[in-house]
């Protein structure tokens, strides 16, 4: 079975802030890696988990482009768009632009889509 992993888990993973829960989600990604478990991180969880950890905690967002990145790699990570969330990623950290005009670009580019909008962020090419 595939299972969909929660914000939340993602944010005790990398910040570390409350023991026991660290120790569960790091159960968790330790199984996600070796693929005992196969996991999909939607793109809202991981545009939630972006927010969280460069607003509230006030990482920097190189940092949190890289940390989620490298989660998105992991063995048991089995997204058919993981492609379009690294490519996301990218953008967020080349251009400076917010996650969904990042995730607007990026499906575009990689997956053909026009794009609408009057965000000059998106319009730019």
Do not use: C, W
């Not at 190189?62 to 997204?79: F, I, R």
């Not at 379009?84 to 990042?102: C, G, M, N």
């Amino acid at each position: 079975m595939v299972h969909l992993v929660d914000t939340n888990i993602i944010i005790r993973f990398l910040i570390g802030d409350h023991e026991e829960l660290l120790h569960k989600a790091t159960d968790i990604f330790r199984a996600v890696e070796s693929g005992e478990i196969e996991v999909i991180i939607l793109d809202a969880v991981l545009m939630e988990a972006f927010f969280v950890l460069t607003k509230f905690y006030q990482l920097p967002v190189s940092e949190v482009v890289d940390d989620l990145k490298a989660l998105l790699t992991l063995k048991g990570v089995v997204n058919t768009d993981k492609f379009v969330l690294f490519e996301t990623l990218s953008l967020i950290d080349s251009r400076k632009i917010d996650f969904v005009d990042a995730l607007i670009l990026a499906k575009s580019k990689l997956q053909g889509y026009g794009t609408l909008s009057f965000d000059k962020d998106v319009n730019k090419t």
